[in-house]
């Protein structure tokens, strides 16, 4: 199913597009940069606060409540900027190792980073533990986002 639409997506006229532009991928690569710096930078401060390295002064679930705006915003420009980037050339990525583990990586990291995020933006009722479980969400989350980024930053390479 994902094949069929990987090569559909290629040969669309956007996806020929990209690919036959000298500009537009770069272009859109920019973009996709933009937005993962804003998200990476929201994802950070919001990991930090529930490690307690930062914003001491703010409570965990007004931290993570006024970053979840930014997160979303970053996620949602950088999956349609991705989208785009894949357009440009289906089936290099789809065979790509590193693309897959990239992908992987990606949806178990905003599995875990948003469930910890809305959790305690709603606030969740502090319980015993409660305060271990979310300093071990915060260190998956930021391993799982440096994983993402390693593995995409390879997929050049592989």
């Known amino acids: 199913m994902l094949l069929l639409l990987s090569h559909w997506l290629g040969r669309t006229h956007l996806g020929v597009y990209i690919r036959d532009s ?4 770069p272009a859109i690569e920019i973009v996709h940069l933009l937005f993962l710096a804003v ?15 930062g914003f001491k002064t703010q409570s965990v679930s007004a931290v993570a409540r006024e970053l979840l705006p930014v997160t979303v915003g970053g996620v949602i ?36 980073h948003f469930a910890l995020q809305v959790g305690v933006a709603r606030g969740l ?34």
């Open 22 to 25: 000298s500009y537009a991928f």
């Open 39 to 53: 998200f990476g930078g929201a994802i950070l401060l919001v990991d930090l606060r529930f490690l307690n390295l």
């Open 77 to 112: 420009g950088m999956f349609l900027s991705g989208l785009l980037m894949y357009a440009g050339g289906t089936m290099r990525y789809y065979h790509n190792p590193a693309f897959q583990a990239k992908m992987a990586f990606f949806v178990i990291a905003l599995i875990v």
């Open 125 to 158: 009722p502090e319980r015993e533990g409660t305060g271990r479980l979310l300093k071990a969400g915060a260190v998956a989350s930021l391993l799982l986002w440096f994983s993402v980024g390693f593995a995409g930053r390879v997929i050049g390479y592989v």
